[in-house]
């Protein structure tokens, strides 16, 4: 076995939509060592992983696929996929709740190896509340 190379042990797994055919059979990644760093941002940041991410890969207003944007690329990896959604709540900093942003949609990134690698709150679409904005020039396609 490669010594340096990451094995299932070392993610999280959670269930995301297969856009395909509609089902939760698509498995995404998240590796403890993402999720540790993100707890060090801030207890708001770990409420977001727990609750958020697997309510919006499983729940998403639209899935895109092919990022054109550089800065939305996995460095580890080819950006694949965005979930998109819109969260019933949100987190401030300390991890107490409040209402989710206003005219922002949460926006979870995949790369081609199905593990998460980014995930934030961006501006909305002003057309259309469940997208962000400039998702017909930052994605190739919309799979759902």
């Known amino acids: 076995m490669n010594p340096g190379k990451k094995n299932r042990r070392d993610y999280l797994s959670l269930n995301a939509i297969e856009p395909h055919d509609g089902t939760l059979t698509c ?8 999720l540790q760093y993100i707890s060090k941002r801030g ?11 697997p309510a ?5 207003t639209a899935i895109f696929e092919g990022l054109r944007n550089d800065e939305d690329e996995d460095h580890q ?4 996929r965005c979930y998109c959604g819109i969260p019933v709540q949100a987190y401030r900093v300390d991890g107490t709740l409040r209402t989710p942003y206003p005219n922002q949609v949460y926006l979870i ?6 593990v998460a690698y980014n995930w934030r709150w961006e501006k909305a679409d002003p057309n259309d509340s469940r997208l962000p904005i400039d998702h ?5 396609k919309q799979l759902l």
């Open 27 to 34: 498995e995404i990644q998240i590796s403890y060592d993402r």
């Open 109 to 114: 990134f995949v790369n081609d190896e199905h």
């Open 77 to 80: 990896g080819y950006g694949w």
């Open 43 to 53: 207890k708001g940041h770990a409420m977001e992983c727990a609750y958020i991410l």
């Open 56 to 60: 919006i890969l499983c729940a998403p």
């Open 136 to 140: 017909k020039i930052r994605f190739r």
